[in-house]
């Protein structure tokens, strides 16, 4: 049996539901012939940790206060029933995880996963990576810091996985990494990756005003509590940055041009939620009427993608082809195009869910899986 002992760090929607996976997998993963240790769990404020992290586990019984008490929207420190297993605080918290990447690291060997949506855990994954620990994420900050940090991430690949910061639970990463390994050089990727904005974009194809389309959204749990989150496309940004760094661009987020859907006048730090939804939003339907019907003269649809074609990496809203995979999207799915030499003329094209919890803490768990022959 392989035991993966591991540390979840973030309990959001995705590491609940990451922690769900992992008790409801149990008997398949046994009969695989892998364990899943869970010796320690964290939050932004506390850390619960197994008595003896190198012998013993949080059992699934813990587990599940865990997810309980997070969804009432508590710290673990509020934690009962947690036996022999121990809390700590923050900052102490930050010291044990890397107290105990350091006992397991180069001995069991030690898998750190971010389910986090914080640059603050560069930090810990970086003393991860100088212990031997394998690293996965869902987290898109770690990948998108400076290029320093960058380097230091991915400075061991076979202990880093990291499928679920661009595409949730879809092949995306591992995808690009066998084409570049096989020695097929990637020249263009065109992608919608964001199931918000897929379905706007898409909404407003068929002839709904923007504001319209935003606030369905929004009621339907597809935007954040503020829509100007999506809206601004720094999310896609984030992925089309990692997409770029992977095919070996030396770029940081200021050398990508992205567009945002909505003026500086109405940006968080000018404009509140309410006023940006019952005012401001309003005040751009006519600007995206007008380009959703310059489009369809010309024959095609209007996509908010990401674009990487040499030097270039842009995020914003392109003119696609009707019968293009990408002009073909509906709904929140999203979908990448893929071109190389072997897929020049037709390209490689991945398409799915790339959002929700469920979907992107699959895909997580796959991604640890799928570093089992690292353990013993």
């Given at each position: 049996?392989?035991?993966?002992?591991?540390?979840?760090?973030?309990c959001?929607?995705?590491?609940?539901?990451?922690?769900?996976?992992?008790?409801s997998?149990?008997?398949?993963?046994?009969?695989?012939?892998?364990?899943?240790?869970?010796?320690?769990?964290?939050?932004s404020?506390?850390?619960?940790?197994?008595?003896?992290?190198?012998?013993?586990?949080?059992?699934?019984n813990?587990?599940?206060?865990?997810?309980?008490?997070?969804?009432?929207?508590?710290?673990?420190?509020?934690?009962?029933?947690?036996?022999?297993?121990?809390v700590?605080?923050?900052?102490?918290?930050?010291?044990?995880?890397?107290?105990?990447?350091?006992?397991?690291?180069?001995?069991?060997?030690?898998?750190?996963?971010?389910?986090?949506?914080?640059?603050?855990?560069?930090?810990v994954?970086?003393?991860?990576?100088?212990?031997?620990?394998?690293?996965?994420?869902?987290?898109?900050?770690?990948?998108?810091?400076?290029?320093?940090?960058y380097?230091?991430?991915?400075?061991?690949?076979?202990?880093?996985?990291?499928?679920?910061?661009?595409?949730?639970?879809?092949?995306?990463?591992?995808?690009?990494?066998?084409?570049?390994?096989?020695?097929?050089?990637?020249?263009?990727?065109?992608?919608?990756?964001?199931?918000?904005?897929?379905?706007?974009?898409?909404e407003?194809?068929?002839?709904?005003?923007?504001?319209?389309?935003?606030?369905?959204?929004?009621s339907?749990?597809?935007?954040?509590?503020?829509?100007?989150?999506?809206?601004?496309?720094?999310?896609?940004?984030?992925?089309?940055?990692?997409?770029?760094?992977?095919?070996?661009?030396?770029?940081?987020?200021?050398?990508?041009?992205?567009?945002?859907l909505?003026?500086?006048?109405?940006?968080?730090?000018k404009?509140?939620?309410?006023?940006?939804l019952?005012g401001?939003?309003?005040?751009?339907?006519?600007?995206?009427?007008?380009?959703?019907?310059?489009?369809?003269?010309?024959?095609?649809?209007?996509?908010?993608?990401?674009?990487?074609?040499?030097?270039?990496?842009?995020?914003?809203?392109?003119?696609?082809?009707?019968?293009?995979?990408?002009?073909?999207?509906?709904?929140?799915?999203?979908?990448?195009?893929?071109?190389?030499?072997?897929?020049?003329?037709?390209p490689?094209?991945?398409?799915?869910?790339?959002?929700?919890?469920?979907?992107?803490?699959?895909?997580?768990?796959?991604?640890?899986?799928?570093?089992?022959?690292?353990?013993?």
């Amino acid at each position: 049996m392989k035991i993966i002992p591991l540390i979840l760090m973030g309990c959001g929607g995705v590491g609940r539901q990451l922690l769900q996976h992992i008790i409801s997998c149990r008997s398949l993963h046994s009969n695989l012939g892998v364990h899943l240790r869970v010796v320690g769990v964290s939050d932004s404020k506390s850390l619960v940790i197994a008595s003896d992290v190198k012998q013993k586990e949080l059992d699934d019984n813990i587990l599940a206060e865990v997810c309980r008490v997070k969804s009432d929207g508590s710290s673990l420190s509020k934690l009962t029933s947690l036996g022999e297993s121990q809390v700590f605080s923050s900052p102490e918290s930050r010291t044990k995880v890397v107290d105990i990447a350091s006992i397991l690291g180069k001995s069991t060997g030690l898998a750190l996963v971010d389910c986090t949506a914080s640059s603050e855990t560069i930090g810990v994954l970086k003393e991860g990576v100088n212990l031997g620990c394998c690293i996965v994420m869902a987290n898109k900050k770690p990948l998108t810091s400076t290029l320093e940090d960058y380097d230091k991430l991915v400075s061991h690949p076979r202990r880093i996985r990291h499928e679920s910061t661009v595409g949730a639970g879809l092949p995306v990463i591992s995808t690009i990494n066998r084409i570049i390994s096989s020695g097929d050089p990637i020249h263009r990727i065109v992608g919608s990756l964001s199931g918000t904005l897929g379905y706007v974009m898409s909404e407003v194809e068929d002839g709904k005003p923007l504001s319209q389309v935003v606030k369905s959204a929004k009621s339907l749990g597809y935007t954040e509590p503020d829509p100007r989150d999506d809206l601004s496309g720094m999310d896609v940004a984030r992925k089309a940055l990692i997409l770029a760094r992977l095919l070996g661009r030396r770029i940081d987020m200021g050398s990508i041009r992205i567009e945002s859907l909505y003026p500086e006048e109405m940006g968080p730090n000018k404009m509140s939620v309410e006023d940006f939804l019952n005012g401001g939003l309003v005040k751009l339907d006519n600007n995206i009427e007008e380009r959703v019907k310059k489009a369809l003269l010309n024959g095609n649809v209007l996509r908010y993608v990401c674009m990487i074609e040499g030097s270039r990496c842009d995020v914003g809203i392109q003119e696609l082809p009707k019968n293009s995979a990408l002009g073909r999207l509906r709904g929140s799915d999203n979908v990448l195009e893929i071109y190389s030499r072997c897929y020049s003329e037709q390209p490689l094209v991945i398409q799915g869910a790339g959002a929700g919890n469920d979907t992107t803490a699959a895909g997580v768990l796959a991604d640890i899986l799928d570093i089992q022959d690292l353990f013993t």
